[in-house]
């Protein structure tokens, strides 16, 4: 069956400081992957979709960026975090055949201070 | 999709009963559609999903209605049980890759 994972779970980090969350998947090939945040008490923003390797879309102009380097490998990285950075991030994939529900991980707490 | 800010709408119901959480969509070209539950801490689960050429699917204690004339979609919950409580959200996907989420709605389970 496949997997996914994201990790940290909790981050917290200074302003000014760089990022990296990571995400794998498992058991699938191909997948589409995406980035979403969701900030308290509201629904998912997504961030970055990606169809392939080294292919990223971004949906929102931001002080983020996203790479995947493998197939199953997503990564949502910035050079300098902002204190409006913060927020619950999610990763999820869907099978990138026809209309397909996206599987998310548990997410990444990140704070900044 | 809108948001709410900290206030989500919040459906309370005693365990046993039934529950209704609704959906409304504002893009009469979205053909698929997926309710998720979120639990406090956790990434959003899939619960059922229906594509818009049908207008009702059942799954285990749950049930998805989509009516397009009214562009609202509906999740129902028979037999509520405590592990039932969570925010659910509707999602719709319009064509393209990614899918457009709504704002959730809070449900809380009386014991």
């Known amino acids: 069956s496949q997997t996914i994972h994201q990790w940290p779970a909790t981050l917290v980090q200074p302003v000014g400081s760089p990022l990296s969350l990571e995400c794998t998947v498992e058991g699938t090939s191909n997948p589409n992957l995406y980035w979403y945040r969701q900030a308290a008490g509201r629904g998912l923003q997504l961030l970055f979709y990606s169809v392939g390797i080294g292919q990223i879309s971004s949906e929102v102009p931001q002080n983020l960026s996203a790479s995947r380097p493998q197939d199953r490998q997503f990564i949502l990285s910035s050079k300098k975090l902002l204190l409006s950075d913060s927020g619950f991030y999610l990763c999820a994939w869907s099978n990138g055949q026809g209309q397909q529900p996206q599987h998310f991980g548990d997410g990444t707490r990140l704070s900044i201070l | 999709g809108e948001s709410v800010g900290l206030h989500l709408p919040t459906l309370s119901v005693q365990e046993g009963d039934n529950s209704i959480i609704n959906c409304a969509y504002s893009?009469?070209?979205?053909?698929?559609f997926i309710w998720y539950k979120q639990e406090s801490g956790k990434g959003p689960q899939f619960i059922i999903d229906i594509r818009s050429n049908m207008d009702k699917r059942q799954g285990q204690r749950v049930t998805v209605l989509l009516n397009k004339t009214v562009k609202h979609l509906s999740l129902q919950i028979a037999a509520t049980q405590p592990g039932d409580s969570a925010v659910y959200f509707c999602a719709e996907n319009t064509g393209r890759r990614a899918l457009t989420f709504g704002s959730g709605t809070r449900l809380q389970v009386q014991p």
């Open positions: 893009n009469s070209a979205s053909d698929y």
